[in-house]
């Protein structure tokens, strides 16, 4: 297939998308979106990006499949231990001396990150007092995250993270296993919002003390990435945290001096106190 | 044979190698030259888990510097980019790197064929891929989508690599330019230095 043509089709099914249903994938790293789009071609039978796109505009099934194609992330729970590790560490401490906190999980999907943040504010002695708002535009990952169900067999992977993440507890203790799934604790999600929202379109909400947006902004180009940032920074009070995946930084973005880097390595910042 | 390749322009090379891949990357390395403009990027399977090290290692193979894949670098010629563990390194246009943590492929992550198959947008005839020594069926794909763009594509000789299922896959899926034995592919290296 002509490189050219299929970049043309991409342009033209992002702006048939943006116009029908209003997700704005305008801004998105292309190589990425490419791959992700050659995949649903394959998935959806169609030879031509311009086949899928008639599906897309004329079969209301098609859709939602489309985006968890170009959405979904397979996360995992305390995914990158020393991410977390470096929350307890350096994060929490400054936490606990907020009465109440709030936190962002930007770009949730199906809600691994935000139910680890949760259980770790729990060994912490934290969460009682800690309102987490865990966005994603994809409806249909909310509603997976919504259940705090996941398939057993990828527990074994989330229990070593846990352990490697500095744990106090087992992470045993927080779910229930039954039937080749486990459901994470409810008075975990009693703490937890989730809640549609996007990055390229929607506008702050709520001062946060902490933002973690991990492996999201890869997905975007510079300039949705400076608008995720500008959104991070809007939000967060003075002195917030921000923490993002391994392979991001703010170091490039329009924000850079927004921010100080806390944990260089774990990819932590804190927004500065000061203009 | 670097002859015929001589008359055409190469602006990048792709290198996908798993178990057995160290050993015949660190041989492969030594034969780039400092006037070599080629732009050369590597996905090599390593653990997820943990720094993996390869970029001292090759760095002091070769004379070019090597550097680990950072998101959305502009590309510089004569230059060696390692993936980075636990994301696939993809060319986008620029060109410039772009790394994701889509699933794996391949139960992969970095995946050969990500690599592979974005170049060969980017770069198309101007490419050259090379599968190497490996215990799976990644970069078969990715190899057979670089020669469909029109890139000179190496398989190494598979009773001659350390793990013969990576260079078998690739042979089942698209017939490459070349079949070389390890020394073969470094002696091509050291031919085409002028090339480059």
Known sequence: MNSADFEMEIELLIDAIYRKYHYDFREYAMASLKRRLRTAMLRFDCSTLSQLQDRVLHEPATFPML??????????????????RALREQVIP????????KIWVAGCSTGEEAFSLAILLREENLLERTQIYATDINVRALEMAETGIYDVDRIAGFTDNHRLSGSKTSLSDYYTAAYGKVVFDRTLKEHIVFSDHSLATDSVFSEVQLVSCRNVLIYFNRELQDRALGLFEGALCRKGFLGLGAKESVRFSAHADDFIEVARENKIFQKRGSI | MAADLLRRSIDAIVIGASSGGVEAI?????????????SIFIVLHVPRDRPSGLVELFNYKCVLPVREAQDKEPVENGTVYIAPPDYHLLL??????ALSCDEPVHYSRPAIDCLFESAADIYQNRLLGIILTGGNEDGAAGLAAVKNAGGVTIVQQPDTAQMSVMPAAALKRCTPDFVLPLVDIVKFFTDLKNGF
């Open chain 2, 26 to 38: 660190s041989a492969l390395l030594p034969a780039l030259t400092e006037t070599m403009r080629v």
């Open chain 1, 67 to 84: 985006l968890d194609f170009l959405t979904v992330q397979v996360s995992e729970m305390f995914r990158d231990p020393g991410y977390f």
């Open chain 1, 94 to 101: 400054l936490l606990r001396t907020y009465p109440s906190l």
């Open chain 2, 92 to 97: 986008d246009k620029g060109p410039r790197l």
